[in-house]
């Protein structure tokens, strides 16, 4: 069926279809801008392509094609792509396509239009001949057939793009790029060259090179290009097999942007040294700090809790970094005023830790707040007896040894009344604690996690994990 992007306009085959009706009678405002995001099925969608095709002109703003088999469906996407009026399309989304016949089919996709006022192009995990692999050759294609000159932003994840693409594409002279995110993406030397001696790059102001098979010559590179200093978005974050190395971690930490907003260095062998010069960088912009991951010890979290500029950072990711009760309380007693999300998932926390947390007003805006995985017991739960933390509208606590204690404790608990969403996941709470929610005046299907479904879930995704999609 016609599916929708999160925050698009509604558009579903089962649901409110007034979008589409306004354009059809031609009764559309010009604000209004359709976003489609099709979930092509080869039985049922040639109907759906035949109305897209029927709308007037510079109705087409965004396109997303997803999980579609371009070769059983040729004949009405080719008619998409011939008859329909894309002149208006900003931003096109190739999500998940099986392209069974080989890379040709996407060169003839971009055969049909030149796309004019395109503005932002997707690719993700799209696969070719059974594999997830784009290639070299259709980033060639790509930039020899759409009007790349007027992207902004281009996201590739999980394309199988190498260096020489890298290459080619930035020979191009076609690439005048705001933000690029390469996602998985064997970038690896020859890439980061490319990519930091491309003249027309000078204008990158966000930058995501996740996973991208780094090291420190090609972090060099990259700190040495002419858009490193104007940079406000960079993520470097790697995972458990694909890891930046601690040598380019220090340098990136080194020579950070002055205009950075947002830093994202999960996994990626931050460690206490590369900490410590992060703590002591002019970075007054700072709004999100992603660290998670890293084996940061006392001597990196030290000076980074007491650095200047943390007053200002609105989302502090520190799971996994080593925390514990006394940095924590160092961290409550500073004043930020501007914090809306902190993750401390992975800490060796006790009741000191959380009731110091619960207990601050150095944190009024604090919206979000991740305690997974912290060995919490039930007894610790009493310290959300405290006045703290107004703000506080979602709490994870998934993956601690609560145990009917904690679920009781946390029932009784006078805050529970303003929180919106509690995760519970693996939390050992059995049928009595489960009791004692269901009693609460304050659950309105808020409990997520817990077994047999007897209370609703609500994972709404964290602020953290939003910041870096």
């Known amino acids: 069926a016609i599916n929708i992007f999160a925050d698009w306009p509604l558009f579903t085959r089962q649901g409110d279809r007034n979008t589409m009706k306004r354009w059809e009678a031609g009764k559309a405002r010009d604000t209004d801008a359709l976003r489609v995001a099709l979930v092509l099925d080869p039985l049922k969608e040639e109907t759906d392509i035949e109305r897209l095709c029927a709308l007037g002109p510079n109705s087409l703003r965004a396109l997303r094609l997803k999980k579609t088999s371009y070769e059983r ?11 329909a009026t894309l002149d208006a399309l900003e931003h096109l989304v190739l999500d998940q396509l099986t392209l069974l016949r080989g890379a040709e089919l996407l060169s003839e996709f971009a055969n049909h239009r030149t796309f004019p006022a395109l503005q932002k192009l997707e690719i993700l995990a799209t696969n070719i001949g059974g594999r997830r692999d784009l290639g070299d050759a259709v980033l060639t294609a790509l930039h020899s057939k759409f009007a790349l000159d007027k992207v902004r932003v281009l996201h590739l994840y999980l394309t199988s793009i190498r260096a020489r693409g890298l290459e080619g594409l930035c020979r191009s002279g076609a690439l005048f790029l705001e933000c690029l995110v390469l996602d998985g993406e064997r970038v690896e030397l020859d890439g980061a060259r490319a990519l930091a001696t491309c003249a027309t790059l000078s204008g990158l102001r966000h930058l995501t090179l996740r996973r991208a098979h780094l090291d420190d010559g090609g972090i060099e590179l990259l700190t040495n290009a002419e858009f490193w200093p104007a940079l406000e978005t960079l993520s470097l974050a790697g995972d458990r097999a694909i890891r930046l190395g601690t040598a380019a971690a220090r340098r990136v930490c080194e020579t ?11 996994s990626s062998d931050v460690d206490g040294d590369a900490a410590r010069q992060l703590a002591h960088a002019p970075l007054a912009a700072m709004g999100t700090l992603i660290l998670s991951g890293n084996s940061l010890g006392r001597e ?58 619960m207990r601050t007003h150095q944190m009024p805006l604090l919206s979000e707040l991740s305690l997974a995985s912290c060995r919490l017991e039930g007894e610790a739960l009493e310290a959300l007896q405290a006045d703290g933390l107004p703000s506080l509208a979602r709490l994870e606590l998934s993956f601690n040894p609560l145990g009917d ?23 050992h709470i059995l049928n009595s604690g489960i009791a004692a929610l269901q009693a609460s005046r304050y659950t309105c299907g808020r409990f997520g996690g817990l077994p047999g479904h007897i209370l609703a879930a609500t994972h709404e995704p964290w602020m953290w994990s939003r910041i870096r999609s």
């Open 73 to 83: 469906l040729d004949a009405p996407l080719g008619h998409l792509f011939r008859e």
């Open 300 to 357: 990196g979290l030290v000076p980074l809790l007491e650095s200047t500029w943390l007053e200002h950072v609105e989302v502090l990711d520190l799971s996994g970094t080593g925390m514990d009760d006394e940095l924590v309380q160092r961290l409550v007693s500073r004043s930020m005023k501007r914090l809306k999300a902190l993750n401390l998932a992975g800490s060796a926390l006790t009741h000191l830790g959380l009731t110091a947390l």
């Open 256 to 266: 950070p942007s002055h205009r950075l907003q947002v830093l994202d260095l999960a």
């Open 405 to 427: 204690d904690g679920a009781q404790r946390l029932a009784a608990a006078p805050r529970c009344e303003h929180l919106r969403a509690i995760s519970l996941e693996s939390t």
